[in-house]
C-alpha cells in the first residue's frame, strides 16, 4: 500500500478506442487491482458497469500530453485489454501512472497475487485441488514403464539438469552413464528423454536441445541414447531427429559450438528442419499484429495487408505442419522422433504437445489438456516468468510461445468442432490466469523453483477452479463418437483454414462482437431443452404420486424412402388434424353425413370394398386414443367411452373416399 500515492479519483472518463462514446466513472487504485466504477447517472436503469484489472496483466502504462479535456492514461494489458482514461486533474494522473509504474514490476515472487488470493480454502481443499494432476498416471495411461521404457532416478536430484522434473522416462538400454554423458553433450544439460508413447506402434515421441557439436564434435553416450530410442522401437529401424528451427539459425548456433546432429555420427536417424523462428521473431509479429488491430478507421485492403505483413498467421501455420510432420512419423510410419530446438522448451513444447493433441483424443477433454500441460509445458521447464514477464526482468526475454500454442489449439477447434470437449472460452481463460499470476501453476521457470518457492504449500491451483466451473467450458459440438471414429486429426493447413481470432485479440473490444454469437445461441437452447425435460420428468413424477398412469401411443417409425417407393399401400388417414387427439363430437357427426352419403352413391357397385373398409375402420377405433400424459382417472375414462361407443356405432359404415398424392401421382381410396 505504501506504493498507492492516490486510492480514490473522481469524474474519470473511459473512451472507447473504435468510437467517440466515452464512461463516466471512479477510479480505485487497490493493493491488487486497478477498479473503474461507472457513475449511475450513465445508466440509471442497470447495475452500474465495473472494470477491474490486475496489477499483473497491465503490460504498459503511458500518460500522454495534456489536453482540454484532461490528461490522457493508456493501459496495454497482457491479456490484449487496451483501456484509455482520462483524468480530470494532471496531479491525480501523475500519481496513478507513477503508482501504476512501480506496482506491475515486482521483484520478487512473494509480490505475486497468488502469495496472497485467498478463496477461502483451508489447506486439505488446496492440497486436493493439487493433486488433479497426477503425471505418473498420465504415463501409466500410456502404457509406460513397459518391457522398453523405464523410469530412471537420475534426475531424482536435480544434477543431472534443473531444469527437467524429478521422473523421467527413458530406454531400457540406456544405462546411468550413457545418460550423464548425453546430458553433458546437450545445451543446458537436457539429454533426450520420454514425452508420450504411441502404445498402437509402439513408437515414442522425446524430446532434448540441441547438441554441443560445433563442427566436429561428437559424443559416443548420445549416439548410444539415440541408438538405445531406435531399438526401443521394433516397428521402425530409424529415428527422425525434428529440428524446429531454419536451417540458418541452427548453423550460426554451430559456430558458437552448439548446432545439430551429424548424421554421418548417428547412423540411425533421418533429420529433418522445420523452419520455426526464434523468441524475438515472434515477439515482434505479435507487436504488429496488435498496431494492425488497434488502428481505427483501416480500409479492408490496408487491414489485410497489415495482418499478412505481421506474418503471425503464417507463424501459426508453421507450428501446426510441424506438429502434422510428427503425428504422421509416428501414427503412419510408426517411428520415433526425436524433437529439439535450441534449448528445448518453447518450440519443442509446442511441437510435442500439438503432435500429441493430434494422435490422442484424451488431450482433447477438458481434464486431458490440463495434463498435456502440465506435462509439456509446466513440468519440462518452459520458462513462463521469463516469457510472461512474471517479474522485472530482461524484456528480450518476454514473447507469446504459449499464447502461440493456445491459438494453433483454436485454429484445431475450427477446423474439427465435434472433437474437442472444451469450447475457446477454456482456452482464453487459461491465457488470462497464465498473465494473472493469481494461480501457483505457472509462477517460475521450472519444477525445481517452484519447490523452493513451496507452492504447493502458499498458493493455489488453476486446475481446481477450471474443474469447478468445467460445464462453463464445454463445448456443445462435442461428440465423443466422433473422437472414436477419428482418434488421429488430418487437419489441413491451407491458407484458407486460418482466421483470426477475434474473441482473444478483441476479447474486452465489445463493439467489435457481433450480435449474435452461435456458440451462446446453441448453449442457450440445451439449457433451455434441459429446463423443459426437467420439468417434464417433474411433471411425470407428480402424476405417479398422484396414482395416475400416463398412456402413452407409441407411433411407429417414419418410413424410409426405400419402403415409401416399394409399398403399394395407400397411407392411412389420420385420425384427427392434431396427432393423437380425440376426435370431438362434431367430427363424428361430419362422418356420419359423409358416410351416409358416399354410401347412398356407391353401394350397388362395391359392396365388398364397403365392407373390408368397415372392418379396418372398426379395427382403427378400438385402440384408445390419448393425449401423452392425459389423465387415467374413471370420470376421463367414462366420457371418452362414450366418444368411443358412438363412433364405434357409426364406423361399421363406408370409410369416405379421400384423394391423396404419392409421388405426384393422385390415388383414389374408397
Not at 529439439?340 to 522448451?345: A, R, Y
Not at 518457492?453 to 469447478?468: D, G, V
Request: glycine content about 4%; aromatic content about 10%; hydrophobic content about 35%.
Amino acid at each position: 500500500m505504501e506504493h498507492i500515492r492516490t486510492p480514490k479519483v473522481e469524474q474519470v472518463r473511459l473512451l472507447d478506442r473504435f468510437s467517440n462514446k466515452f464512461t463516466n466513472g471512479t477510479l480505485y487504485l487497490t493493493a491488487t487491482h486497478l477498479i473503474f466504477v461507472e457513475s449511475s447517472s450513465n445508466n440509471s436503469t442497470s447495475a452500474a458497469q465495473e472494470i477491474w484489472i490486475l496489477h499483473h496483466h497491465i503490460a504498459s502504462v503511458e500518460k500522454l500530453s495534456l489536453t482540454a479535456t484532461g490528461c490522457p492514461l493508456v493501459i496495454q494489458c497482457r491479456n490484449f485489454r487496451l483501456v484509455h482514461f482520462v483524468v480530470q486533474r494532471e496531479r491525480d494522473c501523475h500519481d496513478i501512472y507513477s503508482s501504476l509504474l512501480r506496482l506491475l514490476r515486482p521483484v520478487s515472487y512473494e509480490e505475486l497475487y497468488a502469495f496472497s488470493y485467498n478463496p477461502k480454502q483451508n489447506d486439505q481443499q488446496r492440497e486436493e485441488g493439487w493433486q488433479i494432476i497426477d503425471l505418473g498416471a498420465e504415463f501409466e495411461r500410456m502404457g509406460v514403464p513397459c518391457d522398453q521404457w523405464q523410469l530412471t532416478n537420475v534426475n531424482r536430484d536435480y544434477k543431472v539438469c534443473e531444469t527437467y522434473p524429478r521422473d523421467l522416462y527413458v530406454p531400457i538400454t540406456a544405462s546411468k552413464p550413457i545418460i550423464v554423458g548425453s546430458s553433458k553433450f546437450r545445451s543446458k544439460g537436457r539429454f533426450p528423454v520420454l514425452t508420450y508413447f504411441y502404445q498402437e506402434k509402439k513408437a515414442a515421441v522425446c524430446r532434448c536441445s540441441q547438441p554441443l557439436s560445433g563442427f566436429s564434435a561428437r559424443c559416443l553416450e548420445d549416439e548410444s541414447m539415440l541408438q538405445a530410442i531406435s531399438k526401443a522401437n521394433h516397428n521402425s529401424r530409424f529415428v527422425y531427429v525434428m529440428d524446429t528451427r531454419p536451417k540458418l539459425n541452427a548453423l550460426a548456433n554451430r559456430a558458437a559450438g552448439k548446432g545439430y546432429e551429424n548424421e554421418d555420427n548417428y547412423s540411425n536417424i533421418r533429420f529433418q528442419f522445420v523452419g520455426i523462428e526464434n523468441i524475438h521473431v515472434m515477439r515482434t509479429s505479435l507487436q504488429k499484429l496488435l498496431e494492425v488491430i488497434g488502428t481505427r478507421s483501416l480500409s479492408m485492403s490496408d487491414h489485410l495487408v497489415g495482418l499478412e505483413s505481421c506474418g503471425w498467421l503464417r507463424h501459426i501455420k508453421a507450428v501446426i505442419d510441424a506438429a502434422i510432420f510428427l503425428s504422421k512419423a509416428v501414427t503412419v510410419e510408426g517411428a520415433s522422433v526425436l524433437v529439439h530446438c535450441s534449448d528445448g522448451w518453447d518450440r519443442t513444447s509446442q511441437v510435442c504437445s500439438l503432435g500429441a493433441l493430434l494422435m490422442d483424443p484424451y488431450y482433447r477433454t477438458v481434464k486431458g489438456f490440463m495434463v498435456l500441460i502440465e506435462k509439456d509445458w509446466i513440468s519440462f521447464g518452459h520458462k513462463y516468468a521469463d516469457r510472461c514477464d512474471q517479474l522485472d526482468g530482461d524484456p528480450k526475454e518476454v514473447s507469446p510461445i504459449f499464447t502461440q500454442f493456445l491459438e494453433c489449439v483454436w485454429q484445431l477447434t475450427e477446423q474439427f468442432p465435434q472433437a474437442f470437449e472444451f469450447s475457446e472460452w477454456f482456452l482464453l481463460q487459461i491465457h488470462e490466469h497464465v498473465h494473472s499470476c493469481q494461480y501457483g501453476n505457472f509462477l517460475g521457470n521450472n519444477q525445481r523453483q517452484r519447490e523452493d518457492l513451496r507452492l504447493r504449500e502458499r498458493t493455489h491451483s488453476l486446475w481446481a477452479f477450471l474443474m469447478s466451473e468445467k460445464q462453463n467450458y464445454l463445448n456443445p459440438f462435442y461428440s465423443t463418437a466422433y473422437s472414436d471414429a477419428h482418434p488421429v486429426l488430418e487437419p489441413s493447413t491451407l491458407p484458407y483454414h486460418f482466421k483470426f481470432w477475434r474473441n482473444m485479440y478483441h476479447q474486452f473490444d465489445r463493439s467489435m462482437h457481433p450480435r449474435q454469437s452461435i456458440l451462446k445461441t446453441v448453449l442457450t437452447l440445451r439449457e433451455n431443452s434441459r429446463k423443459a425435460e426437467s420439468t417434464l420428468h417433474a411433471l411425470e413424477n407428480r402424476l405417479h404420486q398422484l396414482g395416475v398412469t400416463p398412456i402413452v401411443t407409441a407411433d411407429p417409425p417414419p418410413p424410409t424412402r426405400d419402403q415409401r417407393s416399394n409399398s403399394n399401400s395407400i397411407p392411412p388417414r389420420p385420425d384427427s388434424l392434431i396427432l393423437g387427439a380425440p376426435i370431438n363430437h362434431k367430427e363424428v357427426q361430419r362422418q356420419e353425413e359423409d358416410e351416409q352419403q358416399e354410401q347412398q352413391e356407391q353401394e350397388a357397385e362395391e359392396a365388398e370394398e364397403e365392407e373390408e373398409v368397415g372392418e379396418e375402420a372398426t379395427e382403427s377405433t378400438d385402440t384408445e386414443r390419448t393425449v401423452e400424459g392425459s389423465s387415467g382417472t374413471d370420470s376421463r375414462k367414462q366420457s371418452y367411452g362414450e366418444l368411443e361407443g358412438t363412433y364405434n356405432s357409426e364406423s361399421a359404415k363406408e370409410e369416405p373416399a379421400v384423394v391423396s398424392l404419392e409421388f405426384g401421382v393422385a390415388r383414389m381410396t374408397c
